[in-house]
């Protein structure tokens, strides 16, 4: 296995456990909305900074795995785009990445 690989899925691990670790407390207590997320991501200067960069980042990141994917031949590209919207971004552009790497090694 290529070490391209191996980092792309230690990435998308990282991804999906720091999501898990920061989020599962707050989606679980009996205060969480989407609207209270959303006014605590920019609730002050550098979290408001963060969570605006974090969101181009992630149009970006569904445009490219769009764009990317088809021409790659990539299936269930719908899946990258929903890990992005419900996990996180470093889980599913990491998960694409791992995916389009080993579609690439067997063609």
Same mark, same amino acid.
């Given at each position: 296995?290529?070490?391209?690989?191996?980092?792309?899925?230690?990435?998308?691990?990282?991804?999906?456990?720091?999501?898990?670790?920061?989020?599962?407390?707050?989606?679980?207590?009996?205060?969480?909305? !989407?609207?209270?997320?959303?006014?605590?991501?920019?609730?002050? /200067?550098?979290?408001?900074? $963060? %969570?605006?960069? +974090?969101? @181009?980042?992630?149009?970006?990141?569904?445009?490219?795995?769009?764009?990317?994917?088809?021409?790659?031949?990539?299936?269930? !590209?719908?899946?990258?785009?929903?890990?992005?919207?419900?996990? /996180?971004?470093?889980?599913? $552009? %990491?998960?694409? +990445?791992? @995916?389009?790497?080993?579609?690439?090694?067997?063609?």
């Amino acid at each position: 296995m290529k070490p391209l690989v191996v980092s792309y899925g230690l990435l998308a691990l990282a991804g999906l456990m720091t999501a898990a670790y920061f989020s599962v407390p707050y989606w679980t207590s009996p205060d969480a909305s !989407l609207s209270e997320f959303v006014r605590l991501a920019y609730s002050n /200067a550098p979290s408001a900074t $963060l %969570s605006a960069d +974090l969101t @181009v980042v992630y149009v970006l990141a569904n445009l490219w795995i769009i764009v990317e994917g088809r021409r790659s031949k990539m299936r269930h !590209l719908w899946l990258y785009l929903l890990a992005n919207t419900c996990v /996180a971004v470093a889980f599913g $552009l %990491s998960l694409f +990445l791992l @995916v389009r790497e080993c579609t690439r090694e067997r063609a």
